[in-house]
């Protein structure tokens, strides 16, 4: 039995200590079995902790639910990840109320890069659906991992999207990993283990209740870099994932939609409240995140001139040979030549069609 895991999970069991203190009392006391080991004294002098949480740890004996719990997980080989632990996610760190033990099953790297959730209605429109797929199929070229709640909808249709173009997805579950919901993403939860991943802080046994939902969008606000909502009431999910996103200080987008849909209420609130970006398209974001790939200029092309050169039309062509265009206040200082032998030489190559005159009196080679 392994004996860290077991306190780890004595942890998420003691009474009236939840994320916040589980998190303060590993920074303190460094790992999990030394908290339950402590002096009481120790533990009641903790600011936030107090008595009644230290008597909650002290009178705790119920190891009989980890030791299960870590049956389950050898069984089904679900991988944990304690806030100690180098794997767990580093975004999550960030964020006051991380959970202190998360439940893993895939081969994603949950520190990869560049992390995308997506969110959105359960009762998407088809153009929800189009935008999507739109997005993420733009998104293949550039290994980005895209987190999301494997709910009916929105995030469904990302978590397809991913698969099919190739990127991993990671869906983030309001209840253990003994049970998938809705049911209908059992195939998909399937394939996403071989992409991507299914993570939760619930234990085995725990049924997709009401209020775990909450608890799951803080993990999909918290592990990205970014959230994209699309479609979105004015209240639920969505909007909760999205306000949460922004208290974590994480980069909120927003499809926009018509004003007189009610699927699009929550995102154009967002825009217009200044809570989200607008996003069109992949490259917004893309522009926005500084991911876009600074593409090197190519070398201009040499071009094989046929024709006799002056000296002064030489300079004139070496200087566009290094440019798209240049206007000619530029091109006077860059030559050093007078303003009449550059006049003349301009007016040559252009009535030789080596150079065009763009408005502006900006010139460029042909």
Known sequence: MNKDLLYQIALTLVPNIGDVHAKTLVNIFGNAESIFKARKKDLESIEGIGTVRANSIKAFENFESSEAEIKFLDQYKIKPLFITDSDYPKRLLNCYDSPPLLYYRGNADLNTS?????????????????????????????????????????????????????????????????????????????????????????????????????????????????????????????????????????????????????????????????????????????????????????PKKQRALFIELTNNEKIIVDILQQVESIQIDELYLKSGLSSSAMAGALLTLEMQQIITTLPGKIYKLN
């Not at 997506?118 to 797929?133: D, F, H, K, L």
């Not at 609130?269 to 996003?279: D, G, H, M, P, R």
């Open 114 to 298: 560049k992390i995308i959730s997506v969110v959105g209605t359960r009762n998407n429109s088809e153009y929800g659906r189009n935008i999507c797929e739109q997005i993420i199929e733009e998104l293949k070229e550039e290994n980005i991992l895209i987190s999301s709640g494997l709910a009916f909808g929105i995030d469904t249709i990302a978590h397809k999207a991913s698969i099919k173009t190739g990127l991993q997805t990671v869906g983030v579950l309001a209840h253990g990993l003994d049970r998938i919901y809705p049911s209908q993403n059992k195939a998909l939860a399937k394939q996403m283990i071989e992409q991507g991943g299914i993570l939760t802080d619930f234990m085995s046994n725990t049924t997709p209740d009401r209020q775990n939902f909450p608890r799951r969008n803080r993990i999909v606000a918290g592990m990205c870099d970014a959230l994209i909502v699309i479609e979105s009431g004015k209240k639920g999910g969505s909007l909760i994932t999205a306000e949460l996103a922004n208290g974590y200080n994480k980069d909120v987008f927003a499809i926009p939609g018509k004003t007189t849909d009610t699927r699009s209420e929550g995102c154009n609130y967002l825009i217009k409240n200044n809570k989200a970006f607008l996003l069109t398209c992949a490259d917004d974001l893309l522009e926005l995140m500084n991911w876009k790939e600074k593409k090197k200029a190519s």
